[in-house]
């Protein structure tokens, strides 16, 4: 009988093989168009090795994980039972935040749902993540640097399909956080001898003046932020639009999905959006990305980098797969990390995949109007449910309306649940257009406040618009 310590070391020595060997490392794209050939393989290759890794990462789980290794034997299935994508989505039900949640309480202050320990952390530890969810405990994640070179390569290749060269220059204004986006960008931006200009620790106008003076093509932000400084130029005097910004790369909110967002954002800054998307969980590097295409058709999308994950989209309530091209929630299956490769996790935005060929050559799949609202986001007011995204395309869809606006959810005295939308509009009369194309998106009635322009507090990093003072229970 092989002692356990040698099985876990025996079964991670055969995942760092088969990661290894699909490892570049590259500061230089391939050509002109691809950072790198995985980009451009054909959908049958991008399945064989998904299903290679698969083989590989199920026993490593078993072997390292409590989490993974307590649900293999609840459910009665034997780590070799999973050894494909197929085998993958027949046998293993969907891994929720809330199963994690519950090890994490269970197990504090990491959990067991991880593959680095503290072993691995001491050996080759790189950095501490955390989960941004708005509710519950924060479920943490460390990385390591063996997790870090396949980042760089997974975000290089993003940065360069969104359209990113040599002779940029990048700003990220984030903090200091345990954010897997900026973090995962700035070690990027190193890896393609990109240089950056670091724009944390300084306020709005210490920001505008340092795109005036040095001149960035590239800022880093949340597109929340970015609305924010837009808007701080102009009342400083400044054009956003007539600045040095080329490119916006964007993570951490829903945003290139949200009609009439985007072009906005656009055209305040004469500058293109880009969008990162992922998750700290199971897709902590650019699992959702922007190509040179992704404006072009009837509705935008982003690509998932499927040679390194598995994606898929399940039903909301039996969270089983929907067919390729219905709405559905996103799940991605990690296959790309030594220290938190999730198999099946809900991630939870909704989406619609597609597998059409696109016109930049990569194969992978779309994520077709790329992802509007994460279903923890979801607002059930009387039953009738909406996301907050919705709104916002609601206010955005009048001409004037200001970039802030703000729901309010509360319970009347009577028992019933209202909602209050506030906007910012210089004519008061804006608030009927604005309650006729709620009506007509969300199909649901609401009071809506005008106030005047500028008043509402601006968002500096991700946007709280939503407060709700429902009376639970
Ligand atoms: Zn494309």
């Given at each position: 009988?092989?002692?356990?310590?040698n099985?876990?070391?025996?079964?991670?020595?055969?995942?760092?093989?088969?990661?290894?060997?699909?490892l570049?490392?590259r500061?230089?794209?391939?050509?002109?168009?691809?950072?790198s050939p995985?980009?451009t393989?054909?959908?049958?290759?991008?399945?064989?090795?998904?299903d290679?890794?698969?083989?590989a990462?199920?026993?490593?789980?078993?072997?390292?994980?409590g989490?993974?290794?307590?649900?293999?034997?609840?459910l009665?299935?034997?780590?070799?039972?999973?050894?494909?994508?197929?085998?993958?989505l027949a046998n293993?039900?969907?891994v929720?935040?809330?199963?994690m949640?519950?090890?994490?309480?269970?197990?504090?202050?990491?959990g067991t749902?991880?593959?680095?320990?503290?072993a691995?952390?001491a050996?080759r530890?790189?950095m501490?993540?955390?989960s941004?969810?708005?509710?519950g405990v924060?479920?943490?994640f460390?990385?390591?640097h063996?997790?870090?070179?396949f980042w760089?390569?997974?975000n290089?290749?993003?940065?360069?399909s969104?359209?990113?060269?040599?002779g940029d220059?990048a700003?990220p204004?984030?903090g200091?956080?345990?954010h897997?986006?900026?973090?995962?960008?700035?070690?990027t931006?190193?890896?393609?001898?990109?240089?950056?200009?670091p724009?944390?620790?300084m306020?709005?106008?210490?920001?505008?003046?340092h795109i005036?003076?040095?001149k960035?093509?590239t800022?880093?932000?949340?597109?929340?932020?970015?609305?924010y400084?837009?808007?701080?130029?102009?009342?400083?005097?400044l054009d956003?639009?007539?600045s040095?910004v080329?490119?916006?790369?964007t993570?951490?909110?829903?945003?290139?999905?949200?009609?009439g967002?985007?072009?906005?954002?656009?055209?305040?800054w004469?500058?293109?959006?880009?969008?990162?998307?992922?998750?700290?969980?199971?897709?902590?590097?650019?699992g959702?990305?922007s190509c040179?295409?992704?404006?072009a058709?009837?509705?935008?999308f982003?690509?998932?980098?499927e040679?390194?994950?598995?994606?898929?989209?399940?039903?909301p309530d039996?969270l089983?797969?929907?067919p390729?091209g219905?709405?559905?929630l996103t799940v991605?299956?990690n296959?790309?990390?030594?220290?938190?490769?999730?198999?099946?996790?809900?991630?939870g935005?909704?989406?619609?995949?597609?597998?059409a060929?696109?016109?930049?050559g990569?194969?992978?799949l779309?994520?077709?109007?790329?992802?509007t609202?994460?279903?923890?986001?979801?607002i059930?007011?009387?039953?009738?449910k909406?996301?907050p995204?919705?709104?916002?395309?609601?206010?955005?869809?009048?001409?004037?309306?200001?970039?802030?606006?703000?729901?309010?959810?509360?319970?009347?005295?009577?028992?019933?649940?209202?909602?209050?939308?506030?906007?910012e509009?210089?004519d008061?009369?804006a608030?009927?257009?604005?309650?006729?194309?709620?009506?007509?998106?969300?199909?649901?009635r609401?009071?809506?406040?005008?106030?005047?322009?500028n008043?509402l507090?601006?968002?500096?990093?991700?946007?709280?618009?939503?407060y709700?003072?429902?009376?639970?229970?």
């Amino acid at each position: 009988m092989t002692h356990p310590i040698n099985r876990a070391e025996e079964t991670r020595r055969w995942w760092h093989e088969v990661l290894e060997t699909y490892l570049e490392d590259r500061s230089e794209p391939l050509n002109d168009r691809y950072w790198s050939p995985m980009d451009t393989w054909s959908r049958d290759r991008i399945r064989a090795v998904q299903d290679e890794k698969i083989a590989a990462v199920a026993p490593f789980l078993y072997e390292n994980s409590g989490f993974y290794r307590r649900r293999f034997d609840r459910l009665g299935i034997a780590p070799t039972d999973l050894h494909s994508v197929d085998s993958l989505l027949a046998n293993w039900p969907v891994v929720t935040k809330q199963e994690m949640m519950e090890d994490a309480i269970a197990n504090p202050p990491f959990g067991t749902y991880t593959t680095c320990g503290d072993a691995e952390w001491a050996d080759r530890g790189w950095m501490h993540f955390s989960s941004s969810g708005s509710t519950g405990v924060p479920r943490v994640f460390r990385y390591t640097h063996f997790d870090r070179r396949f980042w760089e390569q997974a975000n290089a290749r993003a940065l360069y399909s969104g359209g990113l060269r040599k002779g940029d220059i990048a700003f990220p204004m984030v903090g200091f956080g345990p954010h897997v986006f900026a973090w995962g960008v700035q070690y990027t931006l190193a890896k393609m001898n990109l240089p950056v200009i670091p724009g944390g620790g300084m306020d709005a106008k210490a920001r505008a003046h340092h795109i005036e003076r040095f001149k960035p093509t590239t800022l880093v932000c949340t597109p929340s932020y970015a609305f924010y400084l837009g808007g701080v130029m102009k009342e400083m005097g400044l054009d956003p639009a007539a600045s040095s910004v080329k490119w916006m790369v964007t993570g951490g909110e829903p945003f290139s999905g949200v009609e009439g967002t985007i072009e906005k954002l656009q055209d305040l800054w004469g500058a293109k959006a880009v969008e990162f998307y992922g998750c700290t969980e199971a897709s902590p590097h650019c699992g959702g990305y922007s190509c040179p295409e992704y404006q072009a058709g009837d509705e935008n999308f982003v690509h998932l980098m499927e040679d390194i994950q598995v994606w898929e989209t399940v039903d909301p309530d039996s969270l089983t797969p929907v067919p390729m091209g219905e709405r559905g929630l996103t799940v991605c299956t990690n296959l790309n990390s030594e220290s938190s490769p999730q198999l099946r996790f809900l991630v939870g935005d909704y989406t619609r995949l597609s597998d059409a060929p696109c016109a930049c050559g990569r194969n992978h799949l779309k994520g077709m109007g790329c992802m509007t609202g994460r279903s923890d986001d979801l607002i059930n007011l009387r039953g009738i449910k909406f996301f907050p995204v919705q709104i916002e395309e609601a206010v955005r869809a009048v001409k004037g309306t200001g970039d802030e606006f703000q729901i309010r959810l509360k319970t009347l005295d009577d028992g019933l649940d209202v909602m209050t939308v506030l906007i910012e509009h210089a004519d008061a009369a804006a608030g009927e257009a604005v309650t006729r194309e709620i009506r007509s998106r969300c199909e649901i009635r609401c009071a809506v406040e005008v106030v005047a322009p500028n008043s509402l507090p601006k968002s500096e990093m991700k946007a709280k618009r939503v407060y709700d003072e429902r009376n639970k229970g």
